[in-house]
């Protein structure tokens, strides 16, 4: 089989993105363009505005992409883009443009769902160092701004197929991070903000219950008999913990801080970890420094326990949140201890990219799963 050279193109949320990847297994390159600085004003992403900037910025991303691959749009083999879930706007952008792109050059057109997209930015990497041989059942965790999800992933025949065992009932981690930053005028993406200053703070200081899930999940039709014989769920829930974090501000009486923090970090054109901490009490940091070990020790702890109830030979862990020193150290550690190997996707391709887009394509672009000019956004498509 001659190399494949796919062109991905990804503007699901935030990020426009595309890159190049040969055959599933090697980043030619890798083009992110962020649009932090349009949404930090507004403390979140502001949908209309994600859209706007997304047009603006994906002729000059993809002319990127394909010159620092050395490639061109006549030379790649397919044009793979996300379809869902995400900003129905946004994914819209993206759509019309590898459509235009996929009819004007001829080329197969692969639409890729953006969880899958996390999933194989995994197996991309461990395929670039060289590990051809996952073991399987793989558990993969896509935990991000919009997800937290757990899949068990499959091979069949050219193409993978994923059971969804465990979702967030309300709020995903990566929104939770950022609604907590927010709160403590911290500032957005919150993530990044909370993973650097929680090693200034005490994580034993603030002791938040862990999340209760009472009632079945309305959303899953099985019988309740099948639910907990051989197919057990692990659900997460991360909306009770943000409201723990605004009831310990309210009763340590935090308020008047935050807003001095808010107004200081908003004359900073480009905070640093400096001015964070001179601008951020003990107080403050140990409630960060708490609220990150409460969440990942119910994110690992979960996962783990569905680990060992599927009894999967590897576990991956994938998405915005997987950037997290904490929750890397901490899957290491409790990974090691149940002798399961845990993987992760680099930093850059932890957070949302097109290189996972190029990657998940690649096994259709064997198996000529190919796009019909007319599929469309679904913002909230689920992976099967
Ligand atoms: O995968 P991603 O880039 O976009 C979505 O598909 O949602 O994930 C973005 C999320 C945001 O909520 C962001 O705060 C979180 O990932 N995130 C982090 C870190 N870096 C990004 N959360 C915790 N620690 C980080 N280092
Ligand atoms: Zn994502």
Known sequence: MPDAYILGIESSCDETAAAVVRSGEQ??????????????????????????EHLRAIVPVVRQALAQADQTYNSVD??????????????????????????????????????????????????????????????????????????????????????????TRDDAAGEAFDKVAKLLGLGYPGGPIVDRLAPHGDPTAVKFPPAQIKHRDRRDHRGPKEVESDHPRFDFSYSGIKTAVLRYVEIHDMRQSIESRRRALANISQ????????????????????????????????????????????????????????????????????????????RPLSTDNAAMIAAAAYPKFLAKDFAAMDFSAEASLSLR
């Open 27 to 52: 980043v030619i390159s890798n083009v992110v363009a962020s649009q932090i600085a349009t949404h930090q004003p507004y403390g979140g992403v502001v949908p209309e505005l994600a859209s706007r």
């Open 78 to 167: 397919a044009i793979a883009v996300t379809q869902g879930p995400g900003l129905a706007g946004a994914l819209m952008v993206c759509i019309s443009y590898a459509k235009a792109l996929a009819f004007a050059l001829d080329k197969p057109l692969i639409a890729v769902n953006h969880l899958e997209g996390h999933i194989h930015a995994v197996l991309l990497e461990e395929r670039q160092k060289g590990n051809h041989e996952v073991q399987f059942p793989v558990l993969a965790l896509v935990v991000s701004g919009g997800h937290t999800h757990l899949y068990l992933a499959a091979q069949k025949n050219q193409g993978w197929t994923y059971e969804n065992i465990g979702h």
């Open 271 to 346: 905070p640093q970890l400096e001015n964070y901490l001179a601008n951020s009490d003990k107080k403050t940091l140990d409630l960060v420094a708490s609220f990150q070990r409460a969440i990942v020790e119910d994110l690992v702890g979960k996962t783990l326990a569905a680990a060992r109830a599927y009894d999967v030979a590897t576990l991956f862990v994938t998405g915005g949140v997987a950037a997290n020193n904490e929750l890397r150290q901490t899957f290491e550690q409790s990974g090691a201890q149940d002798g399961l190997p845990v993987y992760f996707p680099s």
